[in-house]
């Protein structure tokens, strides 16, 4: 989804505030939340792409107003209500005006998700008999598709339709797009793409500053020529 | 069980008469059905936590970082397989199954961030800081390197390139920062010790020592510290 | 710039809550801010384009939490703080807590702005003898340039890299991302330019509905194939 | 001049107790310097909202769309230059320099947005609701323009093509609606009454009088309506 939390690339939020000798926890209920996350992780009730996708689908206007713990136990709690783990009016009795969670998922985020892998047929055909050869090599140009679910997806939004090279292949990983969304384990190769800054923001050839963002392969077709 | 529940989770603060923030009531009603529900062990919260807030921090990663510094063949197991090398000195476990090691030069500066939610190689470096999770970070650093760091104190030369690590996937990244001048004769410790997380993140260098110590012996560790058990 | 007012197509934010028999005003302030925009409006202290920037460096916290009229009444009293009309401490004081405006101009807004018009020779060149004669026509292919300028601009960032088929010309009108940021009036031709949303989107191809955005020459490039 | 002027508001209000929003402390903060330094004139305050509430407002898109249907050369005009036609009217003004009219048909639905802000053609619409203006319609109605039509109660046939206009530029978007059925024998006054404002923005379709009026005369502009002075 193009959701709140795709950041990257974004203007307006000012400088960055660095806390000097900053604790780990601020609060003691933050302590908390993270070891309700721990233990719930051990459970495997739910994979770490189904928890970020539950983070996601908070309102974006309670994301940003949110600490990142707020935002955890946020997440941790929709998922635990959407599992049947958790009641929601429960929860909401014990909250005064209601324990806010996140908005569910789209109703096209199964069916987005099957098409991205289906637009990778090489992918498709590999995981269909088990294997998962890298269709991209070091070296390798590459161009981000264009493709936009409605689900969860590990791509951000500022490399869609931008030219890399790959820098990196590594092993097959589950597609989040499909984990997130279904019980199907579909792993493919990741690479890890180095896009230039000219490339992704319209900058000055002569910033030779890069980017690496690591992608799933479905998210990736070959480039003819690319800026390097 | 709710009422008897709260009940007696109200008592146990009865000396803590601080008004509790949202976030805060919201915590604990969850942290209270969960614990009722048998789903979540609080023993098990308190343990993990505490993992976390005193053996699971920077320094393991600044152990790694003087290892290398010192030790050839282990820079160069570190940058062609960073996680089996990290394992070497102990270091492993959620956040940390896949680690990439990317080396900084005289002619290019590394620095990492999670652009979509805030990953953080965990093992090697802790919890990250709020500024690493704040949206002023997350959307500026892959659009505007050169001057976020400069903001945050770190000048760096034209003729350097500055590398953006994402981490959008599975990887998670430790920068190796260069090793600063004036520390020919620091024992690997005493290196450690120099190595911040934010020179781990990419957001700083590494200082070299404040008066140069020709003379001193190498620090032993602390005896009151902890032993690594993440 | 990129900013959180660039909401096209951002998704997570659901349904689209409409109130019956709304008033035109919710509350008497809400009265007085919108009388107070158009008396200034009256004065030209500032244009439209400068009005509009100041609302957009809003802390995207802010301005998510912010109804329309709040914004009006931020950007306003920024800008007039900005042209020395105002005196912030004296508003300040009068709030508790103090009265929140809009961030500062990025320090590449008026650079970033010059770029984009001189990357756009022929509308460049128009200007200089005061003709403007529009270089695109109804059924041209054209793509949206990929600059991301930090400063104001009317491009949004949905269209970047996008291509679509010019379906109306209208006359010259003054660059905003210039008029936003100097006092140089730079008219170009505009266009409306139709976008499918398989093309913005990624959505199946099957889907016939369109997008049509108003922008400015200097956006704009041509394509040799385009997506109709 | 700050407190003087500060107590004599608050006197003003002595009969109303009600805790004032952040934004209303505000609103009067920077209404009571700009007029104590002669930047604003209360009186024209009041008189420009007098006229928004008042006179400028979806009646007079609804006049221009009734004049379209029941005058062919009128339609003709409006669609080959909008700002003109409707200046025969009477309406203009901020907001409406610029008027492109878009005009539904069996075959395809017009709908309005400005993403980036909330543009709005005031001079025949008024100011815009609530919902125009919300991050929700300005970021989907792009993406997914039929859904949001559906889930605003528009259902509209596969068979139709939906072009969503954003209004990003100078110009400003009025949709001239289809005419319903069943209204053969309605005056143009009392067509006027049929359209709506979502009607004109493209989120609703006219709906055909409920009752048939086949043999009501045709009723008058009713007497104590305001003359437009927009």
Known sequence: MNGIHDLGGMDGFGRVVVETDEPVFHEPWERRVFGMLAAISFTRVANAHVYRHAVERMDPQHYLDASYYERMMTGLA??????????????????????????????????????????DAESARDASHGAASPRFHVGDAVRVRNFQPHGHTRCPRYVHGRCGVVVRVDRPFALPDLAAHTDRVHREPTYGVRFTVAELWGAPAAARDTVCVDLWQSYLEPADTVTR | MSEHDRDEHDHGDAHHPAPRSPAEVRARALEELLTGAGIVDPTFIDGVVTAYERDIGPMNGARVVARAWVDAAYRTRLLADGTKA?????????????????????????????????????????????????????????????????????????????????????????????????????????????????????????????????????????????????
């Open chain 1, 78 to 119: 929709t998922l635990l209500v959407e599992r049947g783990m958790l009641d929601r009016a429960t929860l909401d009795a014990r909250v005064p005006g209601g324990f806010p969670l996140a908005r569910p998922p789209h109703p096209d985020a199964v069916a987005d998700a099957q098409q991205t892998v289906a637009a």
């Open chain 2, 86 to 230: 990290i394992a070497e000195l102990g270091y492993g476990g959620p956040e940390g199954e896949h680690m990439v090691v990317v080396e900084n030069t005289s002619g290019a500066h590394n620095v990492v961030v999670c652009t979509l939610c805030s990953c953080y190689p965990w093992p090697v470096l802790g919890l990250p800081p709020n500024w690493y999770k704040s949206p002023a970070y997350r959307a500026r650093i892959v659009r505007e390197p050169r001057a976020v760091l400069a903001e945050m104190g770190l000048v760096l030369s034209e003729s350097v390139e500055i590398r953006v690590w994402d981490s959008s996937a599975e990887i998670r990244y430790l920068v190796l920062p260069e090793r600063p001048p004036r520390t020919e004769t620091l024992s690997e410790d005493d290196l450690a010790a120099l190595v911040t997380r934010d020179a781990m993140i990419g957001t700083a260098r590494v200082a070299s020592p404040q008066i140069p110590p020709p003379h001193t012996p190498p620090r032993q560790t602390p005896p009151h510290q902890e032993p690594v058990t993440a």
